[in-house]
């Protein structure tokens, strides 16, 4: 069984998750590969031919998920639904109950309705909130975004939202199809 994870990651929570899936996946008669779509100049489809099972997984910033990954997924929905894959979106939103499943996470939502690939699994996960390592203006619009959302504010705050238990059981699920 060969498998693929092609993410994207800014911060490095997505990869974080990613690599916690492969090391979770890699068991006998399984390879896992694990690709950074940014370090990539662009990822070509017969990168992926060869793969039994795709994850596809990004970061949200500023309400979208990160271009390449979109683009990718637009150029190629024909190959991707010809395989098992899973589609993973990481926000902060998520961090909220009533936000946490791919049918209630509005960039989850509103990403699948605009696109012609039918992941076989939908995953999201809240990701990390850590003030310290951004910049001045992303500081204050995330501050803005946490005070309308009832998050916290304080610039000190690094909190780690990832249900490590929800990704355990997506890997279950993902072993499963
Ligand atoms: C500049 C910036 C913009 C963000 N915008 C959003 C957003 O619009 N909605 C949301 O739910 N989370 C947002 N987040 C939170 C990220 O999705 C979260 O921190 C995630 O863990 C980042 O993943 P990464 O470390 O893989 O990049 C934003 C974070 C940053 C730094």
Redesign the pocket.
Known sequence: MKIIII???????????CEYIKSSLTVENQFVEILNINNTQELKVDEILDYDKIIIA???????HNKKIENFIQENYEVLNSKKTAFIS??????KTEKSEPTTNP?VIKFLNSIQWKPTIVAVF?????YK???FT?RI??KL?MLITKGPVNSKTEIE??DWEKVDSFVRKFDRI
Do not use: E, F
Request: no cysteine.
């Open positions: 993410y994207s990651s800014v911060d490095g929570q997505t990869r974080n998750i990004s970061s949200i910033r500023y309400g979208k990481v926000n902060l939103v998520a961090r960039y809240a990701g990390k909130l850590n390592i951004y910049t992303d619009l995330i975004i939202y990832t």
